[in-house]
């Protein structure tokens, strides 16, 4: 089910806010995230984002 930022977020304001109230966020991380961030942080790493050679590497 793909939920749009919409659906799960609820806004309050400060006086709507009680004690014990609380929020969550719970997100599955997918390859393509992890793509994602290597591309955006530059960090390209084959060990990072390649699984074969993260498999015969040391830090399998």
Do not use: K
């Amino acid at each position: 089910m793909e939920h749009t930022a919409q659906s799960l977020i609820q806004n309050r304001i400060f006086d709507e806010i009680q004690v014990g109230d609380f929020a969550q966020l719970v997100r599955t991380l997918r390859p393509e995230d992890i793509h994602l961030f290597a591309a955006m942080s530059g960090d390209v790493n084959p060990t990072h984002v390649d699984t074969e050679f993260a498999r015969s590497s040391q830090f399998r």
